[in-house]
Nanobody
């Protein structure tokens, strides 16, 4: 099994920044991509960003481009999400996800990922 553990969430004022981290551990697996999703109260889980293993290809939710940056350090098995100019509507539980090689499905969709973390809460106050 693969375990994904997120950290870095917290309470921040609007306009502030946070950096989330996700550490992957467990049996060795070859990930095609890793990504971030978020889920606000009463809403469905939505795509935030993803990055291919090489780090050269990234995907972003259109509405978040320019404020959020995804990156990964394969040597540390760690995924990051830098979030800047945070807004109250960014408040959500943020989930890390991993996609194994050969998995089908869109990089932008929940169905495209095999493994999920338990999430970290991000709260942005106005």
């Amino acid at each position: 099994q693969v375990q994904l553990v997120e950290s870095g969430g917290g309470l921040v004022q609007a306009g502030g920044s946070l950096r989330l981290s996700c550490v992957a551990s467990g049996r060795t697996f070859s990930s095609d991509a890793m990504g971030w999703f978020r889920q606000a109260p009463g809403k469905e889980r939505e795509f935030v960003a993803a990055v291919r293993r090489s780090g050269g290809t990234t995907y972003y939710a259109e509405s978040l481009k320019g404020r959020f940056t995804i990156s990964r350090d394969n040597a540390k098995n760690t995924l990051y999400l830098q979030m800047n100019v945070l807004k109250p509507e960014d408040t959500a539980v943020y989930y890390c996800a991993a996609r194994s090689l050969g998995r089908s499905g869109s990089y932008y969709g929940i169905e495209g990922y095999d493994y999920w973390g338990r999430g970290t809460q991000v709260t942005v106050s106005s």
